[in-house]
């Protein structure tokens, strides 16, 4: 996605600059960094002084530019306004891209300490914990249910047994995605502090971005719609298809948005309402991440602390009772 941020913005650029779009598109095969891109970039140059469109060629690329970067450009460029189509996609991409760069930033420290104590914790049942079992056996001390457990555990997890296990892991935790992916609706979605903030962040800038430039409604609920299918945007769109109100096509979907949708509907200013409620979601979608990060990072710390004290105590749990007997 940086890339294509990237490669989007200094095609707005050079058009903007007073540039040819085979002109700028041939400027780009010959500078931009990303090998994929500017071989792409020279093809569709190509293609342009053939006579087939911009958005038409961008269909013969599909890992390099999804579904909703060709609808907004085919949208742009059948309306004559493929300049501002890119200017919103710059736009969006750069805001994904700060979205994605702020999660990895709140997950990274925690998820860096869990990796580290589940690999501490590995280490200590395959070479420490032996060595305490052996210990005990020699000195004859009564071991706890809790230490024998341990012990137990210790010869039960191999290597080859863990490996086949994280496999195991993973295959379920990605089956269970993808069924909840399928079966969890919008309206449960939007219950979720961070994930319902984020829909509804993604559903106003995209509608806000593409309405704004001067497209349909309808359009701009196509574009978000295939953004997020699980968000509201598949909703109202077939709302508005329907002949009926985005307001109606929004129930299930938090009331702050749908407050924002009424009142641009009854004002008669819909992109500007959307545009605010953007900026409230933005505002949100900060908060939350903010708060999580608060409270995730003690909590890991926590949580990891107690794995090791447990350990340690578990383990020393003979040499105690040894202790009293001396």
């Known amino acids: 996605m940086k890339s294509l941020a990237m490669f989007t913005r200094q095609l707005a650029s050079m058009l903007r600059g007073g540039l040819t779009l085979v002109a700028s598109l041939k400027q780009l095969a010959t500078v931009f960094p990303h090998k994929g891109y500017s071989r792409v970039a020279g093809e569709m140059a190509l293609g342009l002084t053939m006579g087939y469109g911009f958005s038409q060629q961008l269909g013969n690329y599909p890992r390099l530019f999804p579904a909703f970067y060709r609808g907004v450009t085919e ?24 979205v994605k760069n702020r999660l990895l930033r709140i997950l990274f420290y925690p998820l860096l300490l869990i990796i580290v104590a589940l690999g501490s914790g590995m280490i200590a049942l395959w070479y420490v914990v032996p060595g305490f079992s052996s210990l005990y056996a020699v000195l004859g001390a009564r071991v706890p ?18 490996l086949l296990a994280g496999i195991g892991l993973a295959a379920v935790f990605a089956g269970g995605c993808r069924f909840l992916a399928k079966r969890v609706r919008w309206r449960t979605l939007a219950k979720l502090p961070l994930v319902g903030t984020l829909y509804c962040y993604w559903f106003c800038l995209v509608t806000a971005m593409i309405t704004q430039a001067g497209h349909t409604l309808e359009q701009a609920l196509t574009m978000a719609a295939a953004v997020s299918r699980r968000g509201p945007g598949p909703a109202a769109l077939e709302a508005i298809r329907e002949g009926r109100s985005l307001y109606s096509g929004l129930e299930g979907s938090p009331g702050v948005l749908r407050s924002f949708v009424a009142q641009g509907e009854a004002t008669g200013e819909l992109p500007e309402a959307l545009a605010r409620a953007t900026e409230y979601y933005r505002q949100g979608l900060e908060d939350v991440m903010e708060n999580f990060q608060r409270l995730l990072e003690p909590v890991s710390v926590l949580i990891v602390g107690g794995m090791v004290a447990a350990m340690l105590l578990v383990l020393m749990l003979p040499v105690l009772q040894l202790a009293r007997v001396f």
């Open 75 to 98: 949208i742009g460029e059948t309306g004559d306004s493929l300049l501002p189509a890119l200017d919103t996609l710059a736009h969006y991409y750069r805001e994904r891209e700060v």
């Open 145 to 162: 249910a809790a230490t024998s457990w341990v012990f137990a555990l210790a010869e039960a997890v191999t290597p080859t047994r863990m």
